[in-house]
């Protein structure tokens, strides 16, 4: 068991660059969730994935953000245009059929935008 | 408004002692995780209660879910300075919702002196 990866683990980018972020899951599991974390404050949800389809997205989901699971397997999170807001935190996680609440997330993205 | 209010905050103790932290909430939730925080990673998973006054161990760790399945405890025994870290509750399902997101409370940071 492999355990969930995301890469990078930090970035830093000058405000006004676009960022993309990737999460390959643990192999056997459909559901795949995108989650920010500043400091402080546990994890917010975004969006989460069941296979390929995203089935719910957070408010929290500006029009500059958007995810991806093209395949059902990785997933993408991007960010247009960043603002110095957008620093922080950005957890992937998954989860496997009826136990969808048990999630395992990976070590992050931490994020600067200066 | 905080829907996981987890208290105390912050809690600084000896090695040796015993502590326990709480997770409060006015709504119902499915389910309800804990998951134990170190700096600059991922939330690791420690245990999920399902069932109203649901009692969990895992090793110096007693989990208690609530009769009402509104609230949660955590207590650990002769605390170790590898207990350190940022302990989180998240509950999945509140109020009959979705039980693929999850809402985490801020956490209670732990620090366990030698």
């Known amino acids: 068991d492999t355990g969930v990866s995301q890469n990078p683990r930090h970035k830093i980018t000058k405000r006004g660059q676009n960022v993309t972020f990737r999460c390959d899951p643990i192999?056997?599991?459909?559901?795949l969730y995108w989650y920010r974390q500043t400091l402080g404050q546990g994890p917010e949800f975004l969006t989460y994935f069941q296979n390929e389809a995203q089935l719910e997205k957070s408010r929290l989901l500006s029009d500059r953000f958007s995810a991806e699971r093209p395949k059902g397997s990785f997933s993408t999170l991007e960010i247009q245009r960043t603002e110095q807001g957008d620093s922080a935190m950005y957890l992937c996680?998954?989860?496997?059929?009826?136990?969808?609440?048990?999630?395992?997330f990976g070590p992050g993205t931490r994020l600067t935008v200066t | 408004t905080q829907l996981l209010e987890q208290s105390p905050q912050f809690l600084s103790i000896q090695e040796g002692e015993n502590l326990t932290v709480y997770c409060n909430s006015s709504?119902?939730?499915?389910?309800l995780q804990w998951y134990r925080q170190e700096p600059g990673e991922g939330p690791v998973l420690l245990v999920t209660v399902v069932t109203g006054g649901e009692v969990k161990k895992l090793k110096r760790l007693t989990f208690q879910f609530g009769d009402a399945r509104k609230d949660s405890s955590l207590h650990i025994t002769a605390a170790q300075p590898g207990d350190t870290g940022l302990y989180l509750c998240?509950?999945?399902?509140?109020?009959?919702?979705?039980?693929?997101?999850?809402?985490f409370g801020k956490g209670t940071l732990l620090t366990v002196n030698p």
């Open positions: 709504s119902v939730f499915s389910s």
């Open positions: 192999s056997e599991h459909n559901r």
């Open positions: 998240a509950g999945a399902g509140y109020s009959g919702g979705s039980n693929y997101k999850l809402t």
């Open positions: 996680a998954s989860s496997q059929g009826g136990g969808a609440y048990e999630q395992y």
